[in-house]
T-cell receptor, first 116, second 113 residues
Framework: DTAVSQTPKYLVTQMGNDKSIKCEQN?????MYWYKQDSKKFLKIMFS???????INETVPNRFSPKSPDKAHLNLHINSLELGDSAVYFC???????????????FGEGSWLTVV | LAKTTQPISMDSYEGQEVNITCSHN???????ITWYQQFPSQGPRFIIQ???TKVTNEVASLFIPADRKSSTLSLPRVSLSDTAVYYC??????????????FGQGTELSVKP
């Protein structure tokens, strides 16, 4: 019954490694997102895809590369991990890309990434 | 982009009504106001959304004055399980802007017995 699911939930890895976080939504939504939450609780949009097409790409290092094989999946691949990449990464989805009444964003449970 | 300002933290006791006010002086005409709740180790969860006046659902009420430059989330009779961070957001409006919701620092509500 999980609406937005992401794996893994916890990930500890060494600097310089490459890792991926996978996300799937079973809500039939057109739009998916990746958000990053730092230790101060700020939640920042990283990427947004609408029907597999990238529509929002905030200032994020090129080491971060999202991939959407279909509109139900949005994966995040991170190359050459750095200490500063340690954060919680949230996948989310919404019915459409328009911010309007009823277009609620549903978040996954988060993936806790720790780079050592 | 409309920015929001809300108290960093609030304390309350079980059974009390809690009101969290958010300022959004630069809210645009087409922007909606949305509140999310985040429990520790979980993703944010939608609580309520409104455009003007008052909106009420089974969880909370949202009061928006006529000038829409602020909004107040009201939680009736809070319980310990309402301890969470509450985010006030205003939308950027328009197609392809839905993801650019600006999440501020949020208000950390602590409910005590």
């Amino acid at each position: 019954d999980t609406a937005v699911s992401q794996t893994p939930k916890y990930l500890v890895t060494q600097m310089g490694n490459d890792k991926s976080i996978k996300c799937e939504q079973n809500l039939g939504h057109d739009t998916m997102y990746w958000y990053k939450q730092d230790s101060k609780k700020f939640l920042k949009i990283m990427f947004s895809y609408n029907n597999k097409e990238l529509i929002i790409n905030e200032t994020v290092p090129n080491r971060f590369s999202p991939k959407s094989p279909d509109k139900a999946h949005l994966n995040l691949h991170i190359n050459s991990l750095e200490l500063g990449d340690s954060a919680v990464y949230f996948c989310a989805s919404s019915p459409s890309a328009a911010y309007s009444s009823g277009n609620t964003i549903y978040f996954g449970e988060g993936s806790w990434l720790t780079v050592v | 982009l409309a920015k929001t300002t809300q108290p960093i933290s609030m304390d309350s006791y079980e059974g009390q009504e809690v009101n969290i006010t958010c300022s959004h002086n630069n809210i645009a005409t087409n922007d909606y106001i949305t509140w999310y709740q985040q429990f520790p180790s979980q993703g944010p969860r939608f609580i309520i959304q409104g455009y003007k006046t008052k909106v009420t659902n089974e969880v909370a009420s949202l009061f928006i004055p006529a000038d829409r430059k602020s909004s107040t989330l009201s939680l009736p009779r809070v319980s310990l399980s309402d301890t969470a961070v509450y985010y006030c957001l205003v939308g950027d409006g328009g197609y392809n802007q839905g993801g650019k919701l600006i999440f501020g620092q949020g208000t950390e509500l602590s409910v005590k017995p």
